[in-house]
Nanobody
C-alpha cells in the first residue's frame, strides 16, 4: 500500500526550531521529487519546499533561509528542518510525492503551531 507518513509536528515558541519528517512506503521505483506543503484553515495549500533527485532544493520566499529540506533517498525519507519559526508558520504540513505512473500522493499531515 502506497502511503506517506509524517511525524514530528508540535508546539514551538517563536524563534524556535523543529524538524518534521516523512516516510514513503510502498512506492515502486525511484521517487523523483518529494515536497512539503502547508495549509491553514480557509486557505489553499501552499508549496513550502521541494527536493528532486540530484537537484537543488527550492523554497517558497516566505521560508527561504529559515527552512531546509533534506532527503534520504535510500530510506525514502524527507525532512523539513525549520528554524527561526514565526507565528505565521503555524499550519498543517503535508508531505507530497508522485509515483512512477504519475499519481500524486499526500500524507495525512502534521500540525506545527508556533505560539508563545
Amino acid at each position: 500500500q502506497v502511503q506517506l507518513v509524517e511525524a514530528g509536528g508540535g508546539l514551538v515558541q517563536p524563534g524556535g526550531s523543529l524538524m518534521i519528517s516523512c516516510v514513503a512506503y510502498g512506492f515502486v521505483g525511484r521517487i523523483n521529487v518529494m515536497a512539503w506543503y502547508r495549509q491553514t484553515p480557509g486557505k489553499d495549500r501552499e508549496l513550502v519546499a521541494t527536493i528532486a533527485d540530484g537537484g537543488q532544493p527550492d523554497y517558497a520566499d516566505s521560508v527561504k533561509d529559515r527552512f531546509t529540506i533534506l532527503r534520504d533517498i535510500g530510506a525514502n525519507r524527507v525532512y523539513l528542518k525549520m528554524q527561526n519559526l514565526k507565528p505565521e508558520d503555524t499550519a498543517t504540513y503535508y508531505c507530497n510525492a508522485p509515483s512512477v505512473d504519475g499519481r500524486v500522493f499526500w500524507g495525512q499531515g502534521t500540525q506545527v503551531t508556533v505560539s508563545s
